[in-house]
């Protein structure tokens, strides 16, 4: 009964390092998204993947970069972390669109901070 | 632009003090509006779907209904184990093959005992 799920569940990091964010579902959704959710911002989608081996930008995908290397995998990197990435992160995942979509599933998140 | 506005950002009701929340948006074509629950430290758990005017979906004390430009999340005699984050969201017809979602920023419901 795993559903989604995300590792690390938290993390602090200082300015220029690098890591990666692991999100797993069991599911065997065909679509994952990785979100980050701000204070006063409401969740925004950073990156998301129609099937493995695709990926494609969202709404504020600069500094991030992503992998679906497996269907039931997506990986969400940074490169050389910044501060203003000091968020929460969410993956998600749901079904292929159909004639009426799917929910999309999440994670509990990881807390990334940016020192 | 698709829009999604939600109010009021924070309620506080005393238990068995029914209210409703308003989620109002702006989408080119709606696919689909989407109710989640969130609890401090964990992400958001889907509670309802619906998908044209007039429809309405019951779930214990929670009623989640829609208009042309809004929907309403009604809670009936809450008790505090409904306090959480409630979070609206909206699919537009034009998002194309991706069930992409446009979120409001929720509203903070406090039920005191």
């Known amino acids: 009964n795993a559903g989604v799920t995300q590792t690390p569940k938290f993390r602090v990091l200082k300015t220029g390092q690098s890591m990666t964010l692991l999100c797993a579902q069991d599911?065997?959704?065909?679509?994952m998204y990785w979100y980050r959710q701000d204070p006063g911002m409401g969740l925004r989608l950073i990156h998301y993947?129609?099937?493995?081996?695709?990926?494609a930008k969202g709404e504020v995908p600069d500094g991030y970069n992503v992998s679906r290397l497996k269907k039931q995998n997506f990986l969400l990197g940074l490169e050389s972390a910044a501060p203003s990435q000091t968020s929460v992160y969410f993956c998600?995942?749901?079904?292929?669109?159909?004639?009426?979509?799917?929910?999309?599933?999440f994670g509990d998140g990881t807390r990334l901070s940016i020192l | 632009e698709d829009q999604v506005t939600q109010s009021p950002e924070a309620l506080r009701l005393q238990e068995g003090e029914s209210s409703s929340l308003n989620c109002s948006y702006t989408?080119?074509?709606?696919?689909?509006l989407f109710w989640y629950r969130q609890d401090p430290g964990k992400g958001p758990e889907f509670l309802f779907t619906?998908?044209?005017a007039g429809e309405e979906k019951e779930k214990e004390r929670l009623k989640a209904t829609l208009t042309k430009k809004e929907s309403f999340l009604h809670i009936t005699a809450p008790k505090p184990e409904d306090s959480a984050t409630y979070l609206c969201?909206?699919?537009?017809?034009?998002?194309?093959?991706?069930?992409?979602?446009?979120f409001g920023t929720g509203t903070l419901l406090a039920v005191q005992p």
């Open positions: 998600a995942s749901s079904p292929a669109q159909g004639r009426r979509n799917q929910p999309q599933h």
């Open positions: 969201a909206v699919q537009s017809g034009y998002g194309g093959a991706t069930n992409k979602l446009i």
């Open positions: 619906l998908y044209s």
């Open positions: 989408v080119s074509g709606l696919r689909g």
């Open positions: 599911m065997n959704h065909e679509y």
């Open positions: 993947s129609v099937g493995e081996g695709t990926t």
